[in-house]
């Protein structure tokens, strides 16, 4: 890496000292759970920078990732059956962060360890809590995700970087109303439809939820692909926004058959999970996937649905990136607000209030 | 793009609060009229972000780069009969910069709607004035460029990319003496030949003319190819500078059969058109033609006389971004003078004068 | 090159003002002499921009790499009997920066001239020589370094560009317990072995000694390759840092055949030359040599242990900048010393000494 380019976690750590720029007693992911191979990852979160490893017996740990004698990030070192292993002169730390080992000689300094942050793994997530000063210490459990381990799901996902702060990421999630325009060549179909659906905006405690139905429409090549669907179909897209992840589920019924609003409702469904954790107040990690209920070759719909997937998030990535850009560019500029934005800037007033630490730990 | 990068733009806004490092009062070259298809065009000009595009009927407009919804540049939109409409959301500007439609909504708000800079098409060239405050419309009509019209004529150019401030290619052109040493492999020829030729720089208003004969020596291959001379010839060249562009019209004629000054010499004649127009305070657009009047295989000679300028304009862009690195890094030493920097020196002091206020709108 | 990326010198030259990063009165490496060909050599060496070259009689010359006409850097041009010619308008400038000619003009300008530096090469290798304000010109000889004109041994080298402080590589070079970890695939070996080996650390005057034994161990596959060894070996490493480079002389004999302290013991040798000179506080160039004694195939295994010197550096070279970026990520942390750092630190203290003034000049 060149050192005359700013560096992430080094700008990072220098504004980190002022005011929390996200919530911090609160979960975040910070991995996928088949990211953790046998290699350990290194990793700046919420300005840290963290290396995150899995021991052959198959817990998760994370720990600062530099080794306390003379700074090589330890994400260059090697997983042992207790640890992790320095990759310059061989210290060895367990997942806790205590110094097991200085090779050549016996006693191991006391000021020998790093800083270890919790971690838990659950529906193939790895949750990493950072905590205010006060709350360095989880106060509850990370969110669950059963989609995950529902069997009539198939899943798979991966990871985005994105050079753009996370809320914008909020913001594109919570506003379907872009698919016609942004995605035009994929998912966006027509932009008068996505801009017509009916629209509802509801809040509860931390979370917003945002409703669309689009009744008697045409189903997508891919809904039609996945699920025998009669003709017409009535479509529906729950969006529902938690400060650490996003919850989208979408789907159709045959026209005119059942409710929209069941949760027991049939047809096809697509269901996909969205965690932006920050990495910087500038940068973020992307981490989702998405399940699905083809009534026919799973295997086969699950890779295309997964394709077609990062398709779509790599033009939202070039459009919010070139956004914030240009948010830089102009930043002394008001922006003009739109009803589309009922949804992203409720969501805004979420992090700020919890940002000011007006909130219990949430997810 | 990379946040941690420094941003033209965004470096360029700040700075331009203070006071205008370049004159505002006067037409700029904005773009080749070939460039202006159906796609928009996201371009950094005296700091100001532009989006420039044309509309089916042929009109071209210049908005500021920046949907005033929430910050994407219009460059990255579509652009339609009425006008160009953002890739985002969709809203559609017209080419004053009015908002004409917010997709899913009725009204269109009151503060909808984004800047719009002066443009005017002629000669095959998009010209934008930026102007003063005091300023803000045109005072005058942009330089007209004739050869561009001129049924004699073919021509060809492009658009270079300099990182270096617009006046050392000022420099650069106004003294044609480093075509011995920069052009050793295309158009240098005999280094003593450049240096030695007879030269003259007048002076009159807002521009500079240097002119240098080299009589009775052997015409370049270009030269030979393109026309029928008989043996020696007498070649010219005139240089002659204007605030927002050069023009540079070289030539020969069969020795002593022609006087070099008049304007209607026969012979064979490349004519270039130079406009740099500066995009910040350290780096320039170069926009380029060169015409020449081939006494047969006109298309031919023409694409040649385009691909050697090219390669030609490579190697200065070579030298010249080199010597701003350095001026940079010897920021505090003294350069020394010598014979060849009247001109240039010239073109220094009127545009000079020219930011400090002392002129009328030039070209 | 970019202009809104940091340039090493430019940054280099203001923070030059203040105090010295490095011990100014010494001779550094400035090039291996076999770079210096026809071509000039820019290279910024402890902040100052030079251009090193060779004149056709096989002077070495040393210039600020600035033409004081435009600042052109001066390794743009090109070399020739009587100096070295810029690359935009011609001016000649000698050995000691003194301009000859200014083409197109009679008499040379009073002001026109650049700065030397004092070089000298010796040994295959090319030393300049900065000085601190009241030492500007060189108060001893450069080192000698007599490896290189012995005739028992065969020698190749490199230069490397390191992203990181000239003293990381030396805590590296001075420290070779770190073969183990970081130099698994290539000459690493058994860490424990490394690790286990007998140490000895002394100092004198400005250098410093490591000298290190593993007795009765297997030799490496590059040692039998150059060598009959009869079966198992005592092997030595002996580091000598000297403020300019250090010396690093391994081998092996049959073992318990002869006293590893002798300088004249037999066996294998490799020994290596390796020259530290800092480009500025955050850059390296690193000038390396190997030399050995082949029993047989000189020229082939001369070719194979430049191959694995080179291999090893590169290894080096990814964990030292990771390394550095780390280190600046986490600036406010203490590191943790542990034995091997024994030499690293000892080291230090002699740099900063000399940084400090308390030294007559050394190398």
Chains 1, 2, 3 share one sequence.
Not at 85 to 114: I, M, N, S, T
Not at 308 to 324: L, R
């Amino acid at each position: 890496m060149n050192v005359s380019q700013a560096d992430p976690a080094t700008l990072a750590q220098q504004q980190n000292a002022s005011k929390p720029e996200f919530p911090l007693d609160m979960w975040y992911v910070a991995a996928l759970s088949k990211e953790l191979t046998d290699k350990p990852i290194g990793r700046t979160l919420l300005n840290q920078s963290v290396v995150l490893f899995r021991t052959p017996d198959g817990q998760v740990a994370a720990l600062e990732n530099r080794c306390c004698h003379r700074d090589l990030p330890l994400s260059y070192g090697t997983v042992e059956e207790s640890g992790i292993r320095c990759g310059y002169h061989g210290l060895l730390f367990d997942g806790e962060g205590k110094c097991l080992e200085v090779p050549g000689q016996d006693k191991v300094p006391r000021k020998a360890f790093v800083s270890a942050y919790s971690v838990k793994e659950q529906d193939s997530l790895v949750w990493i809590w950072f905590g205010s000063e006060e709350n360095s210490k989880p106060s509850c459990e990370p969110p669950r995700y059963e989609v995950h381990t529902d069997e009539r799901y198939v899943f798979d996902g991966g990871v985005f970087y994105y050079e753009a702060p996370y809320q914008l990421i909020h913001d594109n999630l919570l506003d379907l109303s872009h698919l016609g325009y942004v995605h035009l060549r994929t998912i966006g179909g027509n932009a008068k439809v996505h801009m017509g659906a009916e629209m509802k905006v509801e809040g509860e405690g931390d979370s917003v939820r945002v409703v669309r139905h689009m009744r008697n429409s045409t189903p997508p090549p891919t809904y039609t692909m996945a699920y025998p669907f009669e003709d017409k179909v009535d479509r529906w897209q729950e969006i529902e926004f938690h400060p650490s992840h996003l919850r989208i589920w979408t789907g159709a019924v045959n026209a005119n058959t059942e409710s929209l609003d069941s949760p027991d409702r049939g047809g096809f469904h697509m269901r996909g999970f969205h965690a932006i954790t920050p990495e910087t107040a500038e940068s973020s990690h992307y981490f989702w996937t998405v399940a699905s209920n083809p009534a026919t070759n799973k295997d086969e719909i699950n890779k295309i649905v997964t394709e077609q997937s990062e398709m779509t998030f790599e033009e939202d990535k070039v459009v919010i990136e070139a956004q914030y850009q240009n948010m830089k560019r102009f930043a002394d500029r008001p922006m003009v607000d739109i009803h589309v934005d009922v949804g992203p800037n409720r969501a805004r007033r979420i992090i700020k209030r919890m940002c000011a630490g007006d909130s219990h730990a949430a997810q």
